[in-house]
């Protein structure tokens, strides 16, 4: 039974303590590049935000302005009549710059739902690899605290453990092999 037991000791697998902050950091700076993601299409957004409003400004009102201008009676005094077309022009301009900022909060919104799926699977993988590196760590710990314990009750050095556990390896393994060749006889036999 202490043998068994040593053997199951010996074998844990070995991470340093390490591992987990390092990978607690870089959790950490995951979070903040999502955060940084975010910000990213939001501010790439409010530029294109800003280039449409520039454009019903500068480009396409002007350029209603100048075509009603065109179907306009000769006998119509331009400047007397403008605040009436103006009022007619308005909703045309307004639901041109809707339609197009529409389009573009639609965009950005599809891109930071894809970009906090993405994140979601990221931090549960996370979290769940950091489970499994706090545990090594932890049986790590519990590793080398049964192994001081089992050194100071049989004053037995854990290089010795280590020779032992092989030999038991090495032992069990053989008898694998002869039992598997016992077998194979009698079924041999049998037949």
Avoid: W
């Avoid at 454009?55 to 007397?80: C, G, R, W």
């Avoid at 339609?99 to 799926?117: C, H």
């Amino acid at each position: 039974m202490l043998s068994l037991t040593l053997l199951v000791i010996v074998s844990c697998a070995s991470i340093p303590a390490s591992t987990s902050t390092l990978s607690k950091e870089i959790i950490k700076e995951a979070d903040g590049m999502h955060q940084l993601n975010i910000s990213l299409v939001n501010q790439l957004y409010a530029e294109r935000e800003q280039r449409i409003n520039d454009f019903i400004t500068y480009q396409y009102t002007p350029a209603l302005l100048v075509n009603y201008q065109k179907l306009l009676p000769d006998s119509i005094d331009y400047k007397t009549e403008l605040p009436n077309i103006l009022k007619s022009i308005v909703p045309v301009i307004n639901k041109k710059r809707d339609s197009l900022q529409g389009i573009l909060s639609k965009e950005q919104k599809t891109i930071i739902d894809q970009l906090n799926s993405s994140y979601t699977s990221y931090t549960n993988s996370s979290a769940a690899l950091q489970g499994l590196i706090d545990s090594a760590v932890k049986l790590k710990a519990s590793e080398s605290n049964a192994l001081t314990a089992l050194e100071n009750l049989t004053g037995v050095s854990s290089g010795t453990v280590s020779n032992i556990e092989s030999k038991l390896e090495k032992l069990l393994t053989e008898s694998g092999t002869t039992i598997d060749q016992l077998l194979q006889i009698t079924n041999s036999l049998k037949q």
